[in-house]
């Protein structure tokens, strides 16, 4: 891990950007974090539209974790910013918009052809990214991850043991396999649902929180579309977060 670049924002959170190979990424630590007192690192799940493109909320996101003593961080998923896509998204994409435009329903093998080999991609560069975050003295585990795209999120939670807690995002397309990946999941889960999300498809996000293996797993479920959640909202990611990870 190569820091490229670092500022103090006006809430003294520390941001840095830095590269892993050729991966772009950030890490935000609060005021608060030393190596005597590591914080606890929360991942911050996003979908592949760039870093750029998804700053602004993740750097929102990120304040709000460090207020309560929480280190976060992000990668540049495949397909975002300069980053080359998996081979055949492009069809896949192709695909899905001639299902859209047509009032179809998005075919299964579309959903897994655009979303498998993200997953099978970043999945492990995440792990690559946790470990070289850990190994800084002033971030440290139990580790949460948060954000989506939720077959991503349920993937790196299967694999990876030193994720502790986990806070979904439900609105992305759920390939098959994740619902047989998300009934190993055991550790503690919170879901967030925007009901009238227009481009989610409700009835699969609720089979797929059934589907779920773990024993402490809440679904908070609110009216509006994909960019309308409330601010309680986060405030209740918040709680979940601070009983997890503490």
């Given at each position: 891990?190569?820091?490229?670049?670092?500022?103090?924002?006006?809430?003294?959170?520390?941001?840095?950007?830095?590269?892993?190979?050729?991966?772009?990424?950030?890490?935000?630590?609060?005021?608060?974090?030393?190596?005597?007192?590591?914080?606890?690192?929360?991942?911050?799940?996003?979908?592949?539209?760039?870093?750029?493109?998804?700053?602004?909320?993740?750097?929102?996101?990120?304040?709000?974790?460090?207020?309560?003593?929480?280190?976060?961080?992000?990668?540049?998923?495949?397909?975002?910013?300069?980053?080359?896509?998996?081979?055949?998204?492009?069809?896949?994409?192709?695909?899905?918009?001639?299902?859209?435009?047509?009032?179809?329903?998005?075919?299964?093998?579309?959903?897994?052809?655009?979303?498998?080999?993200?997953?099978d991609r970043a999945v492990p560069e995440w792990q690559?990214?946790?470990?070289?975050?850990?190994?800084?003295?002033?971030?440290?585990?139990?580790?949460?991850?948060?954000?989506?795209?939720?077959?991503?999120?349920?993937?790196?939670?299967?694999?990876?043991?030193?994720?502790?807690?986990?806070?979904?995002?439900?609105?992305?397309?759920?390939?098959?396999?994740?619902?047989?990946?998300?009934?190993?999941?055991?550790?503690?889960?919170?879901?967030?649902?925007?009901?009238?999300?227009?481009?989610?498809?409700?009835?699969?996000?609720?089979?797929?929180?059934?589907?779920?293996?773990?024993?402490?797993?809440?679904?908070?479920?609110?009216?509006?579309?994909?960019?309308?959640?409330?601010?309680?909202?986060?405030?209740?990611?918040?709680?979940?977060?601070?009983?997890?990870?503490?």
């Open positions: 891990m190569h820091f490229t670049s670092e500022q103090r924002l006006d809430d003294g959170v520390l941001e840095r950007a830095f590269t892993l190979g050729d991966i772009p990424g950030f890490l935000w630590t609060p005021a608060s974090a030393t190596a005597s007192a590591p914080a606890p690192l929360i991942l911050l799940g996003h979908p592949p539209l760039g870093l750029g493109r998804m700053y602004p909320r993740l750097v929102a996101r990120a304040r709000s974790a460090a207020a309560d003593g929480f280190a976060a961080a992000t990668i540049e998923l495949p397909g975002g910013g300069e980053r080359p896509s998996p081979p055949g998204t492009e069809e896949a994409r192709a695909g899905l918009r001639r299902a859209l435009e047509a009032g179809e329903r998005v075919s299964e093998e579309i959903i897994d052809a655009l979303i498998l080999p993200l997953v690559a990214a946790l470990d070289a975050l850990l190994e800084l003295p002033e971030v440290s585990g139990p580790v949460g991850y948060s954000g989506g795209v939720i077959a991503l999120g349920v993937r790196l939670t299967v694999v990876e043991p030193r994720i502790a807690a986990a806070g979904f995002f439900a609105g992305s397309f759920v390939p098959r396999a994740t619902f047989d990946e998300a009934r190993r999941i055991a550790i503690p889960l919170h879901v967030l649902l925007q009901w009238d999300d227009e481009g989610n498809d409700r009835q699969a996000a609720l089979d797929l929180f059934d589907a779920f293996g773990s024993k402490e797993k809440s679904l908070h479920a609110n009216m509006g579309g994909h960019t309308g959640v409330p601010a309680h909202a986060g405030e209740d990611g918040a709680s979940f977060f601070a009983r997890h990870l503490r």
